[in-house]
């Protein structure tokens, strides 16, 4: 059974950096993806970046395209997503998530998702 669990979630100031931490425990076939995921208050959940675990391959949403970015370091069975240039739009619950591939490529389709992490709150302020 696999788990995903989130962190690095905070407050910060418009124009700021973090950086979330999805540690995975239990095996991720190669052929999976690896995604971030957020959800405001009264929004349905959006997929943000996703990543082909076998072999690195990403995939971005277009309202974060550029500012984002994910990465992942299996020896740390750990999925991280950089964010910066942060807006108050970015103020979200973020999730882990793991999610079928087609072909090699991965795209952060919610109903696609087979596992969520427990989400880690990001709040951007003016």
């Known amino acids: 059974q696999v788990q995903l669990v989130e962190s690095g979630g905070g407050s910060v100031q418009v124009g700021g950096s973090l950086r979330l931490s999805c540690v995975f425990y239990?095996?991720?076939?190669?052929?999976?993806?690896m995604g971030w995921f957020r959800q405001s208050p009264g929004k349905e959940r959006e997929g943000v970046a996703a990543?082909?675990?076998?072999?690195?391959?990403?995939h971005y949403a277009d309202s974060v395209k550029g500012r984002f970015s994910i990465s992942q370091d299996n020896a740390k069975n750990t999925v991280y997503l950089q964010m910066d240039s942060l807006t108050p739009e970015d103020t979200a619950m973020y999730y882990c998530?793991?999610?079928?591939?087609?072909?090699?490529?991965?795209?952060?389709?919610?109903?696609?998702?087979?596992?969520w992490g427990q989400g880690t709150q990001v709040t951007v302020s003016s």
């Open positions: 998530a793991v999610s079928p591939s087609r072909f090699g490529y991965c795209r952060p389709i919610t109903e696609e998702v087979d596992v």
């Open positions: 239990g095996d991720i076939p190669a052929s999976k993806c």
């Open positions: 990543i082909y675990h076998g072999g690195g391959t990403t």
